[in-house]
């Protein structure tokens, strides 16, 4: 396979089906000892992805959640002053 010039391949058919590779679906690359290696993300590893989203939407809007703050009234905050 060839890699375009914007990184992508195509993993081709026999390879997806073996792998249970569905379009959609979650991967994560690895490299180790001068190998890159693709792998089916872990349950462990999508459960960890989806809580930290689930955090971050959570905290989406707090940091102007009070509009009568100014910048140094927020750094003050931040650095405990």
Same mark, same amino acid.
Request: aromatic content about 4%; charged content about 30%; overall charge negative.
């Given at each position: 396979?060839? #890699?375009s010039?914007?990184g992508? $391949?195509?993993? %081709? #058919?026999n390879? &997806?089906? /073996?792998a249970?590779?569905? %379009?959609g ?10 190998r $890159?290696?693709?792998?089916s993300?872990?349950p462990?590893?999508?459960?960890? &992805?989806n &809580? $930290? /989203?689930a ?7 707090c940091?102007t959640?009070?509009l009568? !703050? =100014?910048? +140094? +009234?927020i !750094?003050? #905050?931040? =650095?405990?002053?």
């Open positions: 396979m060839r #890699l010039s914007d992508q $391949v195509t993993i %081709p #058919l390879i &997806r089906l /073996l249970g590779l569905q %379009p679906c979650e991967v994560e690359f690895k490299f180790d000892n001068g $890159v290696w693709l792998a993300e872990s462990e590893t999508s459960a960890e &992805r &809580r $930290v /989203l955090l971050v939407r959570q905290a989406k809007g940091a959640a009070n009568d !703050m =100014r910048v +140094d +009234d !750094m003050q #905050l931040t =650095r405990g002053d």
